[in-house]
């Protein structure tokens, strides 16, 4: 009983630590400061995640870039127009490395509040959603696929779905995966 109490206890921690995410966003967002918002997702889209997946230990900065994926961000969205922010499906835990490795291979001015974690993929949607309706120019680089590893690449066809009903531009995993073939 203990353990599951405290397995509770742990799970309603990171969905509060998630929702401070979230919060935070929206305060940053609230008032405009750039025209648009350039939604950036980490693994699969900018670093080439899924080959290291079910490793023993992990460790996030030995993850390689994909760097043409990379270039294609830095030389197409100008930071006069579009603030960057970057959106991972990501554990709590692995927050401190994951700046870390943005800083080394794709910009060393990024910080932590560039940073936003979700729990699930759908929580994107809210993101996404919020900077729409502040009338923002949205662009969105996320593959929104898994099962990579198990050679049989799968979507989140709920959540591309759902933005393809937004006024946004996204770039998806057929599209990322030609930038880096």
Known sequence: MLKFLVGKFRRMLYIIF???FIIRFCLKF???RK???LFIDIDNSIANTWPIL???NINILEIAPLENSIEFLKS???SNFYEMV???HREIYDFNETVSWLKLFFN???NAGDLYFVPYPSWKLLYFKFAVKRMYQVVIFDDLSFNHENGIVKYYDSVLAKIDILDVKHYNFQFIQKLNS
């Open 18 to 20: 998630y929702l401070t």
């Open 30 to 32: 609230m008032k405009r």
């Open 35 to 37: 025209s648009g918002l």
């Open 54 to 56: 079910g490793s023993a």
């Open 76 to 78: 197409n969205f100008d």
């Open 86 to 88: 970057f959106l991972s």
């Open 108 to 110: 060393k001015t990024i």
